[in-house]
């Protein structure tokens, strides 16, 4: 599959954190040697890090047909494991430090410290054509449902986000979420379509090191989820002298009223674009953007749809709802939605089970103008710090380890209910560890009883405040 000169512009750089700097034809050309040993529509988990290793096994696994899962490597050992074992990947591209954990792989080659593993089982599962991509959707409980995207949806989605942020090749952009992230890999994906640079660093924004970055390389965008904005926010770090930022962008969740009006002041102030957007993994990462201009009077709006791509809402009937100000669920069809989920092996044969159309799961208004509101939830999850956590999958990890509770919370704000008082600090701790979320986050309570209704199910409605 010839795309790297569609996709991945050749006029396109990466630069790691070092200052080393890489063509994409150098990349691919390294490429040759490197992927000559993996078989044409192999699978392979890629335990991702923002660094040279990763985006180069990346890029050259979407140019020659092969198909990566990307997890992030930092991911609890027990959840990847639980991956490994449900996709059987004919190959595991990893950090060497982390490959003790690995039965029936066995090293086949390396590049600096990441080795490609080997599968000594034989794969008789043949990959969809049109599948490219699998990620996570359930950010960070593991499961192992994955979406499946295919080449045209990565197209489409880079294409759409270069149009409206009006991307060219002189941009460069900075890796500060991770790239196994949906819309992390979109800001790699759009910024490499239009032959820009990116920086690829594991540095965090509370780090000098990636404001020195930012300044050697002048920076031209910074992107973030709400936990993003509000730590940029407390610890003053767009104080810095930063000439060449000339946007900034949102999603991952939805930022405070307070907060966009801060960032709109700010960017107003210095110049500087700010594009707040709402996405989602099944859309390939973006499915709408409210421009600058419109920013404070659509308050809280997640404006329109990109190119190519339409809203609208339907009842619980699911009739289609066509007057302003009605709530219903959001519906988005374009060329960008997923192939479908896949939870095992045996679904990765299948081909397109949507045909461009995504029920979001988010409940909706429009106004007189067209712009969209997210109002609610139809699905019980919620995003912390830019993660999709599943409520339900959450009480299941819970119980794995005997511990009886109701989940519930709002973004950014998770709230267990448990029965035993002496489980706090285990809850807290287990979920540190499984999940890779600060404890910071989990507000675990006691409770007398968990309230359920005659048929067993819990009912959240009756759960204390």
Not at 85 to 96: G, H, L, N, Q, V
Not at 146 to 172: D, F, G, M, P
Request: overall charge neutral.
């Amino acid at each position: 599959m010839d795309t790297q000169s569609i996709l991945f512009n050749p006029k396109a750089t990466i630069i790691e954190d070092d200052g080393q700097t890489h063509h994409l034809n150098e990349i691919l050309a390294d490429g040759d040697v490197f992927f000559s040993i993996i078989s044409n529509r192999s699978l392979v988990i890629l335990l991702c890090q923002n660094n040279y290793e990763s985006i180069f096994f990346y890029i050259n696994s979407i140019a020659r047909g092969v198909v990566p899962i990307l997890i992030d490597a930092e991911s609890d050992t027990s959840l990847v494991n639980a991956l490994v074992m449900e996709y059987k990947p004919d190959y595991i591209f990893a950090s060497t430090n982390k490959l003790s954990r690995f039965e029936h792989y066995l090293p086949e080659t390396n590049i600096r410290n990441f080795t490609l593993l080997k599968s000594v089982q034989k794969s008789i599962v043949a990959l969809h054509p049109d599948l490219t991509l699998l990620l996570s959707t359930s950010g960070t409980t593991g499961s192992p449902k994955l979406v499946r995207l295919s080449y045209k949806n990565l197209i489409e989605n880079a294409s759409s986000i270069a149009e409206y942020l009006n991307l060219n090749s002189s941009e460069v952009a900075i890796t500060n979420l991770p790239m196994n992230y949906s819309f992390g890999l979109s800001i790699i994906n759009s910024h490499l379509f239009v032959g820009a640079s990116v920086i690829m660093t594991n540095q965090s924004i509370t780090q000098r090191p990636f404001w020195d970055l930012f300044r050697k390389f002048n920076v031209t965008s910074l992107s973030g989820v709400p936990y993003t904005f509000e730590i940029l926010k407390k610890f003053r770090l767009l104080n810095f002298e930063l000439p060449s930022l000339k946007t900034l962008t949102q999603a991952g969740g939805k930022l405070s009223n307070e907060l966009i009006e801060y960032y709109t002041q700010f960017s107003t102030k210095k110049g500087i674009n700010f594009f707040v957007m709402y996405g989602q993994t099944e859309g390939t990462a973006r499915l709408s953007y409210l421009e600058p201009e419109f920013i404070i009077d659509k308050l809280g709006s997640i404006g329109k749809p990109i190119t190519n791509g339409k809203f609208h809402l339907i009842d619980e009937q699911g009739n289609r709802i066509t007057e302003p100000g009605k709530s219903g669920e959001l519906v988005y069809i374009g060329p960008n939605v997923m192939l479908g989920y896949a939870e095992c092996k045996s679904n990765l044969s299948k081909g397109d089970e949507n045909d461009g159309l995504l029920n979001t799961g988010d409940v909706a208004t429009f106004d007189d103008s067209g712009f969209y509101f997210i109002v609610g939830r139809t699905k019980r999850f919620i995003k912390v710090f830019g993660n999709r956590v599943n409520l339900d999958e959450l009480e299941k990890l819970l119980l794995g380890v005997g511990v009886e509770s109701a989940c519930t919370g709002k973004d950014n704000s998770l709230i267990i209910y448990i029965l035993k008082p002496k489980g706090k600090d285990l809850v807290k701790e287990f979920l540190t560890k499984k999940l890779g979320i600060h404890f910071s986050v989990f507000d675990v309570r006691m409770i007398r009883s968990i309230p359920k209704s005659s048929s067993g199910k819990t009912l959240y409605f009756k759960l204390p405040d």
